[in-house]
């Protein structure tokens, strides 16, 4: 099982980035997917959820209309488009199943300056 996560990196409030998660060594079109994120000397949190076909989603009180989960089941690979980026979104970014998480990855660090 792999979960690779990629696409974060510095970047001023106000501003995009597009995450993205390579998945590998389970049933990705069977699993609901989700990206969490922890902030340094915070609990991991669920940001954003997308059923197994993409036709469903659920969104953090945080991060509603300022982020996009997505999911391409033809790459195995699960997206998050945020948007209108604020400090306070600086974290590690994980993807993972929703439910029965597999073992997490590395994750991609996400940095909003003022």
């Known amino acids: 099982v792999q979960l690779e996560e990629s696409g974060g990196g510095l970047v001023q409030a106000g501003g995009s980035l597009r995450l993205s998660c390579a998945a590998s060594g389970f049933s990705f079109t069977s699993n609901s997917m989700a990206w969490y994120r922890q902030a340094p000397e915070k609990q991991r949190e669920l940001v954003a959820e997308i059923t197994t076909n993409g036709g469903g989603t659920n969104y953090a009180d945080s991060v509603k209309g300022r982020f996009t989960i997505s999911r391409d089941n033809t790459k195995n690979t699960v997206y998050l488009q945020m948007n209108s980026l604020k400090v306070e979104d600086t974290a590690l970014y994980y993807c993972?199943?929703?439910?029965?998480?597999?073992?997490w990855g590395q994750g991609t660090q996400v940095t909003v300056s003022s």
């Open positions: 993972n199943a929703r439910y029965l998480q597999r073992p």
